[in-house]
Each structure stands twice: as structure tokens, then as C-alpha cells.
């Protein structure tokens, strides 16, 4: 049986594909006749129906140019983030590396790479010296029939729209913020927001108990107690359980409920640069349009 088997089946392909795709045994080729292939999704929104077109490509390449393919590679990770670790990935290239393969294919130069010429530039080296290629199999490039410079150039590009992507994103958040929209998810208790408004306000059934809720804690009540004398009272959570030491806790620390809206911020090392950890904080949730107008009668 293959190695990458168990791949190769949670791609979604049947006894049957593996044998049309001759990927049903194991390849028997020298290292220069075989291909290591390596797909990527960057999105669950990206069905397996299009990750098995990009390696049916693949194959059907490898096939016309008389090569096998050995192993497949298959990963659902970020290709442009430094801090982001990706196994699969670096089996990949570690095979090449090793001789197993003299070839890698990628079915695009983004799916390989989004880090820039200089990552990219530096994987190329170590293959030339190993005479392995890359190969694009879409783009039709191929690194040892003079492809290298286009793919520092796609590479580079690739890394310009991941960054242009994150900061539209940025810009949408801190958008919301400023004209008093939370983020997604749903308001804690005690809280409403109509479809698509993304405006919170008290809850019709639900503000009286968490203003009784937080008139308690206020009172230096601690949460066992506050949980016990909501019960006592009569007052319910949403889901009509009765309230708990850790339900009080939760609803306590939301800064949503505190009238923030909730902030993830990625930690950053001494240089600036992203790492893989984050820290939450809140801002006060405002509205810009509402304080311009208090200003202005304020005037």
C-alpha cells in the first residue's frame, strides 16, 4: 500500500479514482522519474472537489511526461505567515532534498509559497544543487528550464496579496468599531442585535436579570453568591438553566456585556514580527455619528 494512502482517501478519492490516476499502488520509478506533489487549501470554504481537480492536473502532467507520482502531500495552512509551521509542507521539500524525488509539483506558484523571492529563492538553491526542480504545473513553469525568475516574481506577488488581504481586513474591523458595530458571533446574555444591524441593545426578556446580575457583583456579592441569589429570585439564564458560580463568571469577564467591543491582537516579538499567540483586550464601543451630533449641540 502507499504511504500517502490514507491522503489520498480523505481527498475524498474511491478505490476506483486511485486506479484510473495510477496512484492506487506505490511508484517503482528511479528518483528522476518520480514527482512528490504538494497541495494546499488556505480555506475550508475551498471544497475537496477542487483540491482532486488540482490533482488529476497534477497527474495528468506527470503522466504526459513520463513520470510517476510518489507521494502527495496535502495541508490546510497559511503559506505566507513566518510563524506558521507547516509539516506537511516541509515533508515535501525535505523528500526532494533527500533524493526520494527529483521533482516537486505544486499545482500554482501561491499554493507552494506566499512568503516572497527570498524563501522561495533559498528552496531553489538547495534544489539546483541537488539538480530537482520545481515545477507549477498551471502556470506551465518549471525551474530548471529557466523558471526561476518568474517564480521570485509570482512568489512576491503572492506575498503582496496576503498582506493586502489582511490589511482590508484590519480596515473592516476597525470600520465596525467606529461606527459602534460588534464583531460576529452571538450577543452575550442580556443583549440583542437584529440581523444584519450589527448593532447591540438590551434585551427585552434578558437586560433585567443581568442588570441584576451586575447590580450584585457591584455590591461586592462574589459569583457563588450572585448565582445563588439570582436562583433564589427566580431569574434564569437564557437557555432556562439556573445560574451557575461559573455562568455568573463568564458573563461577567464578556467585554461586549461591559459596553467594549472585543479585541484579538496577535503577540509580536522584539522585532514587530507576528507569532502564533494572541491577547484580548476591549475598546469602548462607540458611535461616531452619535458623539459628532453631542459634540455639535454640545458647540
Sequence with gaps: MREDHATLVGLGLSSEDLEVLRLDKPATAEPSGLVDAYLRRSNRKEGLATLRGHLRDVVRWAQANGLQIRHVWFEQL????T???RWEFEKATQAILDGKSKTLSVWKTDRFDRRGMGAVGRMLDEF???QARLVSVSEGLDSSQGGRMVFAILSERAREEAKDMAKRVKIGHDSHKAEGRRGTGRPPFGLYSAPGSGKVEPHPD????ARRLADLLLDKKTTKDTAHQLNEEGYRTRSGAT???TAVSKLAQSPLFAGMVPVRR???DEHGSPLDSWEGYGEPLRNERARSSCAARGS
Aim: cysteine-free; glycine content about 4%.
Design 78 to 81: 497559511s503559506a505566507s505567515k
Design 83 to 85: 510563524y506558521v509551521r
Design 128 to 130: 539546483d544543487r541537488r
Design 206 to 209: 434578558e437586560y433585567g436579570t
Design 243 to 245: 445560574w451557575s458560580p
Design 266 to 268: 496577535r503577540k509580536t
